[in-house]
């Protein structure tokens, strides 16, 4: 189906659960089709999802991003069966492919973690957990789950040093750290290429700031490479002419869900991407999970692009001024 993906390491403490009186069963939260799975339509505003379970400040500082977001199966593949609970992991099968396996089974598989979780839909108890996160059924045998975070591993910071300086018409200035970057159109660029890595860092805007996170770049060109969209809150004729255009969309490719980024504070992002598989999250909430199918193409503006490339911090125009800081990247080797 796909290749490998991403090595998220699961680092949790060990939750239990007592068999007879437990937590008491989580309450399914009712969420629109369309709030979890985005139309990718043009003039379609992507609905805002409200009741994910998100995260505290000290955990996305921390980098952890949140696998369940506590109201869909976004990003999951499940088949209904019967099974036990067991979490596997395998350093060289990252991103899984959906296996059927038998009837007695039911597997839960995120696209974008080692993690394999097979569950037992006919328990003792109601509630079954491990590795800090948690698994309710239901009297209709239906398993919720939530609290499964991970993060990724081997981390490198960027710094200054990383980064060359602006090009086109923008101006970078760099501040104990944080990264200003006002003007347009233009582009900040890292010094080094990648191909296959996982980026986190925060931003901060004000109101009407369109700005983006461009990888594998064609080195030295202006943004020409894969957009991961930054843009709190775009205006109606946006929404007429491209899709993407929410914060953590790819532009031009695939809409991303609205998990209610603010301008006025600082927001998390994570990015992601090996062989022609994409995600991203904002403020640890999984926005998109895309592949791109094109024709293999030197150029991403006409095709698949695997070579690596230069990540690049884009000036939309004159107004631009955005903040960024805490740069860290994981290449993906395997």
């Known amino acids: 189906m796909m290749k490998p993906l991403l090595p998220l390491l699961l680092l949790l403490p060990f939750v239990g659960c007592q068999p007879k009186i437990g937590p008491a069963p989580l309450t399914p939260v009712a969420v629109d089709e369309a709030a979890a799975y985005p139309a990718q339509v043009l003039g379609t505003r992507p609905p805002i999802l409200t009741g994910f379970t998100p995260l505290t400040k000290e955990q996305l500082d921390e980098g952890w991003v949140q696998l369940f977001d506590g109201v869909s199966m976004f990003a999951w593949d499940v088949t209904k069966g019967k099974g036990t609970l067991s979490v596997k992991t395998n350093g060289?099968?990252?991103f899984l492919v959906f296996e059927k396996g038998d009837q007695e089974k039911a597997?839960?598989?995120?696209?974008?973690?080692?993690?394999?979780?097979?569950?037992?839909?006919?328990?003792?108890?109601?509630?079954?957990?491990?590795?800090?996160?948690a698994t309710h059924f239901d009297a209709a045998g239906n398993a919720w789950l939530s609290g499964l975070r991970a993060k990724p591993n081997n981390m490198v910071p960027l710094t200054e040093a990383d980064w060359k300086p602006a090009a086109g018409r923008s101006e970078a200035k760099w501040t104990d750290g944080v990264l200003?970057?006002?003007?347009?159109?233009?582009?900040v660029e890292t010094v080094k290429e990648y191909g296959d890595f996982v980026l986190q860092l925060e931003y901060f805007t004000e109101k009407g700031v369109n700005s983006g996170v461009f990888f594998r770049c064609i080195p030295g060109e202006l943004m020409n490479g894969y957009e991961c969209q930054i843009f709190n809150a775009p205006p109606d004729d946006d929404y007429k002419k491209f899709i993407g255009t929410d914060t953590g969309g790819i532009f031009r490719r695939q809409v991303g869900r609205n998990v209610?980024?603010?301008?006025?504070?600082?927001?998390?992002?994570?990015v992601a991407a090996r062989g022609p598989n994409i995600a991203t999250w904002v403020n640890g909430i999984q926005v998109t999970d895309w592949t791109d199918t094109r024709d293999e193409n030197d150029n991403p503006r006409n095709g698949m692009r695997l070579k690596p490339g230069t990540i690049q911090l884009q000036g939309h125009d004159p107004t631009t001024k955005i903040q960024f800081r805490n740069f860290r990247i994981a290449e993906l080797t395997e």
């Open 92 to 94: 060289k099968r990252n």
């Open 107 to 133: 597997t839960v598989a995120h696209r974008f973690t080692n993690a394999r979780i097979e569950f037992k839909a006919n328990a003792e108890s109601d509630c079954v957990a491990t590795n800090g996160w």
């Open 180 to 187: 200003e970057l006002t003007g347009g159109s233009g582009m």
């Open 260 to 270: 209610g980024p603010k301008d006025g504070e600082w927001n998390y992002l994570t």
